[in-house]
C-alpha cells in the first residue's frame, strides 16, 4: 500500500512537529506522529533539530534492534504481593517533569512480532505496565517498500494510531534550513544550488539497477569528506562510493574550481580595491564564495563579510571578463545578504549586521529603487 498523506519537505515536516508539540504542551493535542520517506532524505535530522529546539532529552530507539520485551523489561517476583512485576527498560522516558522526545526509528523495517508491542505506546503511551508522562513527544519513522530498503508493509491497525507525513528532499528546503545553518562544505552547498536534481537520486538509481545514490545524508558525507582528505584522488575516491561514479566526476569539476578560484579568509584580510582580482569567474564559484561567507560571519567579520557580498553586482565594471555582465548578480546578492541577515540573527549579531556600513548602502539603493 501506498502512503497517501501529503508530501512534505524537511523544513515543512518539522514545522507540523513543532505545531504538534507546542499543542500537546497546551494539553489540545497528543498523538503520534509517522514521518516516511527514503533513506537518507532527513528523518532522524528533523527529530535530533526538533529536540534541540524543545529542550528534550531524546531516546533514539532503533526498532531494528529490539524484541518485544526489550519494551515491556525484566520480570521480578515481589514476594509481598505474590505478583511478578515488571522493572522499567532506560528506553522509555519517566520523568513527568522534564521534555522528552522518544523516536521511534525504522518503525516500517522491524519484524512484524514486534508491532503489537508498539501499538500500546501509540495509541495509549503505554507498554504493559509502564506509562508514559505528558512530557513525551512521540515520532516514529521508516523507510517505504518503494524505496528499496528494507521494510514491511504498514497494517491498518498500526496506521491508525499515527499521524502520516511523507517527507521527501527539495534542494531549496535543504539548503536554507540544513545545509547552510550546519555549514556543510561551500563546495557541495554551491552544487546543489546549481543542480538541485541531483540532491536525491534514489529513484533514478533504483530504475538503473545501481546501489549508490545521492541523498541528503550522502551530501553530508561528501561535506565531511572534503574537509577531512586533501589528497584529490583519493578524496574523489570516497566522494565516487558516497554518490556514485557519474555525480563524483560531475561534482569534482566544480570542487577543483572552487578550491582554485574561492580565497574567503584572503579576501576578508585585504581592503576591497584588492578583492576585486579575487572573485571567482564562475557561477559555482560565486555561489560557494557566498556560502563560504556565511560562514565566515563572525563578530569580528561583519564589516569585512558585508562589503564582500556588497560587491558581487559591480564586478561588470571591475572586471574586464565579458561573462559577468550576464551572470544574476543582482539576484545572488540578495539571496546572500538575506542568509546572512538570517545567520546573523541566529549568532546574536543583528544590530551589528544592520549597522554594517555596506549593508546600510544596499539597503538604501534597494529602498530607492522600490525594492524594500
Request: charge should be negative; charged fraction near 20%.
Amino acid at each position: 500500500m501506498g502512503v497517501n498523506a501529503m508530501r512534505v519537505a524537511a523544513g515543512e515536516a518539522q514545522a507540523a512537529l513543532r505545531a504538534g508539540w507546542q499543542a500537546q504542551r497546551a494539553g489540545a493535542l497528543t498523538v503520534s506522529w509517522m514521518l516516511h520517506g527514503g533513506p537518507g532524505v532527513g528523518k532522524t535530522q528533523i527529530v535530533q533539530q526538533l529536540a534541540t529546539e524543545m529542550g528534550a532529552r531524546l531516546y533514539d530507539l532503533r526498532l531494528t534492534t529490539i524484541e518485544p520485551q526489550d519494551l515491556r523489561g525484566l520480570p521480578y517476583y515481589d514476594h509481598d504481593t505474590r505478583k511478578t512485576l515488571w522493572y522499567r527498560p532506560e528506553d522509555l522516558p519517566d520523568d513527568p517533569d522534564t521534555p522528552s522526545l522518544l523516536f521511534l526509528d525504522e518503525l516500517t523495517a522491524a519484524a512484524p512480532h514486534l508491532q503489537p508491542a508498539v501499538y500500546g505506546l501509540l495509541q495509549e503511551r503505554r507498554v504493559g505496565p509502564h506509562r508514559l508522562p505528558d512530557s513525551v513527544f512521540i515520532v516514529a519513522a521508516g523507510n517505504t517498500v518503494e524505496d528499496g530498503a528494507v521494510a514491511y508493509e504498514m497494517g491498518s491497525a498500526l496506521s491508525d494510531r499515527l499521524v502520516h507525513l511523507m517527507v521527501q528532499a527539495t534542494a531549496t528546503d535543504w539548503l536554507e534550513n540544513y545545509a547552510v545553518p550546519t555549514g556543510l562544505h561551500p563546495a557541495v552547498v554551491a552544487f546543489v544550488r546549481t543542480r538541485p536534481d541531483l540532491l536525491e537520486t534514489t529513484a533514478q538509481s533504483l530504475d538503473r539497477g545501481e546501489m549508490i545514490a545521492a541523498t541528503p545524508r550522502s551530501w553530508e558525507r561528501v561535506s565531511q569528506i572534503l574537509g577531512a582528505v586533501r589528497d584529490r584522488r583519493l578524496r574523489h575516491m570516497m566522494v565516487a562510493g558516497t554518490l556514485g561514479e557519474a555525480i563524483a566526476a560531475e561534482f569534482a569539476v566544480v570542487a577543483d574550481d572552487i578550491a582554485a578560484t574561492v580565497r574567503v579568509a584572503e579576501m576578508l584580510a585585504v581592503p576591497q580595491k584588492s578583492r576585486w582580482a579575487m572573485y571567482p569567474a564562475s557561477m559555482h564559484g560565486l555561489h560557494a564564495l557566498v556560502y563560504g561567507l556565511i560562514g565566515a560571519l563572525e563578530a569580528d567579520t561583519v564589516a569585512e563579510v558585508s562589503e564582500v557580498m556588497a560587491g558581487l553586482p559591480a564586478l561588470p565594471r571591475e572586471r574586464p571578463e565579458e561573462g559577468f555582465a550576464r551572470l544574476p548578480l543582482a539576484e545572488l546578492t540578495t539571496h546572500g545578504f538575506e542568509l546572512l541577515l538570517r545567520r546573523g540573527l541566529d549568532r546574536g549579531l543583528g544590530e551589528a549586521f544592520l549597522a554594517a556600513p555596506a549593508y546600510v548602502a544596499y539597503a538604501e539603493e534597494r529602498a530607492a529603487l522600490g525594492l524594500g
